[in-house]
């Protein structure tokens, strides 16, 4: 009777654990800019594919980089089903933007803004040796159906300047411990335009988990997530990522970089990382 009584207890916890873990998929992306001069791989050839794979992944959550106010437009109407928040790096409607896209029926924003990444983040502005204004999105999201909090973050990290995706990616991890003060879980994704290798990464990876690294299924997919278009080349360069708070707050179940195409094209110049979490 004793051991029933155990084995009832250890039942009822593992239940309890399952029914408290709330499961989500996140995507991130780095969707290639509206620019005329990629021709056949612009973004009037990509738009229905582009938003064809997102309704089909149906991501919980998502982060893009480098949308431009019209881009925005396009992913905003023909996903409705979201909601968004995020401003271009040049003001309001105004320059490539790093947004959050949001189930609305799953989520509701308790707080969320943009900061630019410099010395002086709450100001439209570039910092160190940037070749350009980079920013960073927040949003708190609150589940609505069992009143959970999470943070996520989403950035696009300099292409150009060492020490500006070195310190940006600092003032991100600040910025995090400033706001998460009631220790929420956390999302950190984007294209950070850094190799694993790079000190940077290393260092991130002291504080917050690498969801590729911790997923409980083998990686799914291409190893790099830049394509630059080309379809008949391996992809090896991984530069995209999504990290988590570290802790048994958050686990990933799957972890995949997605290479679909459609007549030998590919949606953007980058492939999207998707991960399935559960996070407490």
Request: net charge neutral; with cysteine; proline share 4%.
């Amino acid at each position: 009777m004793f051991g029933k009584n155990i084995a009832l207890l250890v039942c009822f916890g593992l239940m309890s654990h399952f029914l408290n873990a709330q499961t989500l998929k996140i995507m991130t992306y780095n969707i290639r800019l509206d620019v005329a001069s990629d021709g056949e791989n612009d973004w009037t050839h990509r738009k229905d594919f582009f938003t064809g794979q997102l309704q089909f992944y149906a991501p919980d959550v998502f982060g893009v980089q480098e949308a431009k106010p019209n881009q925005v437009l396009d992913i905003a109407v023909a996903l409705p089903q979201y909601g968004y928040v995020g401003i271009g790096r040049e003001g309001i409607g105004k320059g490539e933007s790093s947004n959050i896209f949001y189930a609305k029926e799953k989520f509701k924003v308790l707080e969320s803004s943009t900061f630019w990444l410099s010395e002086t983040p709450d100001v439209i502005s570039m910092g160190w040796d940037a070749a350009c204004n980079r920013v960073c999105t927040y949003a708190l999201l609150k589940n609505v159906q069992n009143n959970k909090l999470i943070w996520v973050f989403n950035t696009h990290l300099d292409h150009m300047g060492e020490q500006a995706r070195t310190k940006g990616l600092e003032l991100i991890l600040s910025r995090i411990e400033k706001l998460n003060s009631k220790k929420y879980p956390v999302i950190l994704m984007g294209d950070f335009n850094s190799e694993p290798e790079a000190e940077r990464i290393i260092a991130l990876k002291n504080r917050m988990n690498d969801s590729r690294t911790i997923s409980k299924e083998k990686p799914f997919g291409p190893y790099g997530t830049f394509n630059d278009f080309k379809y008949n080349e391996a992809t090896s360069l991984l530069i995209d990522y999504i990290f988590l708070s570290k802790g048994k707050a958050v686990t990933v179940n799957k972890y995949a970089v997605l290479s679909d195409a459609k007549d030998l094209k590919y949606p953007s110049d980058h492939f999207p990382v998707f991960v399935e979490i559960n996070y407490e």
